[in-house]
């Protein structure tokens, strides 16, 4: 009777214990999904799903493998796999190797745990709906009996949730990318029309990201810089050749085509529906003064927007210390002087000063590595 009595009382405490682990699984599922859901960026996916699972409590060691940049990396990590977190993983040789795994990435990452941090493991394959492989969970626990038969089942549930999310964001990267590119592509040969730009285009594009980023402007509005850059001087398409190339001064007449440029690009561009609106401004308006002098719309201060702001001093720059058919190129030291100068009346004065720390401070740091 009293052996009866405890094997009823053993099998009680096991259903109590799986109702536990359900309602755990439940909670966390829950949690995780909108958390997930949430989620803006792939980066801000691989968190919360990491996250997710860490909730579980499944083992105290826990780790996403994926590759970045051609190599495999430790892109979000709990317990043990801390302290290698945005470590590439390449083959180590100081250890047996004794765990087993389906994939050397899996078992170089395991290796890089003390040996009782790792008497059991589990990995699982994170892919998107249409099985591409986006990376690996890694789950790593201190006990050999760690793990129960249905943990696996659990944790492939959520890397699939997981995956499916980060599938989404995998297309739209390709897609900003391809969408990059074509820019990228279309602002080259833009540049091969205007002859005497060489390497403008470039030049601009890095030095406007450069100032963006100097600024704390998020991802997305240097996005829209950038592209605002390669596109810039798209309506000079419409410009005749015998004003575009003209060696001396331009008569009132043929500036005021010229000026045409910004809006002739900026309506080109509006079937381009996924260009954001800083990108179109950028191209719209990066010819505007602060003083209200330039144009196309004589727009002044801070009603010019922070893109076409910010693209001008950029462009300034760049055409003082090129050399073109009617002057030479000026000294970087000497455009800076100018660009100061016109602080106030040509550019933002508060971006002006922050361009201008910044060359000096890339000028310092470029002389103290020679």
């Known amino acids: 009777m009293i052996a009866a009595l405890f094997l009823i009382i053993y099998r009680e405490q096991l259903t109590l214990n799986d109702l536990r682990w359900q309602r755990r699984t439940v ?10 859901a949430r989620a803006k960026t792939a980066e801000q996916v691989i968190e919360a799903g990491t996250q997710m699972i860490h909730s579980l409590h499944l083992a105290p060691n826990l780790a996403y493998l994926a590759y970045r940049g051609g190599s495999p990396q430790i892109l979000a990590a709990r317990g043990a796999f801390e302290p290698f977190l945005g470590q590439p993983i390449f083959p180590s040789h100081n250890d047996s190797r004794s765990v087993q795994a389906d994939h050397w990435v899996v078992e170089e990452a395991l290796v890089r745990l003390p040996r009782e941090q790792r008497a059991s ?15 690996t969970i890694v789950l790593a626990h201190p006990s050999s009996s760690g793990f129960q038969p249905g943990n696996e089942g659990v944790l492939q549930s959520l890397t699939r949730l997981m995956g499916a999310q980060l599938g989404q964001f995998a297309v739209i990267e390709e897609l900003q990318e391809a ?5 990228k592509a279309l602002g080259g040969t833009l540049e091969h029309r205007d002859d005497e730009t060489g390497g403008h285009t470039g030049r601009v594009v890095d030095l406007s990201v450069r100032l963006g980023r100097a600024l704390g402007f998020s991802e997305s509005r240097i996005t829209a810089l950038r592209w605002g850059a390669y596109l810039h001087d798209l309506g000079k398409i419409a410009i005749p050749d015998a004003i575009l190339h003209k060696p001396g001064a331009l008569t009132p007449s043929e500036r005021r085509v010229m000026e ?9 561009l509006q079937n381009l529906h996924f260009l954001p609106t800083e990108t179109l401004d950028l191209v719209r308006y990066h010819h505007e003064k602060w003083n209200g002098q330039g144009y196309p719309a004589g727009l002044r201060g801070q009603e010019i927007p922070e893109t076409a702001r ?9 055409a003082l210390t090129s050399e073109r058919p009617y002057k030479a190129a000026w000294s970087p030291q000497r455009a800076l002087e100018e660009i100061q100068q016109q602080a106030g009346t ?3 004065p508060q971006y002006t000063e922050v361009f201008v720390r910044m060359m000096h401070e890339e000028s310092a740091v470029r002389l103290l590595e020679q």
């Open 27 to 36: 909670q966390v599922l829950h949690s995780g999904s909108q958390s997930l």
């Open 121 to 135: 493991f589990l990995a699982v394959p994170v892919n998107n709906r249409d099985t591409q492989h986006l990376g």
């Open 179 to 183: 969408q990059d590119l074509s820019l």
């Open 260 to 268: 045409s440029h910004p809006k002739i690009g900026y309506d080109l």
């Open 310 to 318: 910010v693209f001008s001093i950029v462009d300034v720059y760049d």
């Open 346 to 348: 040509h550019f933002d």
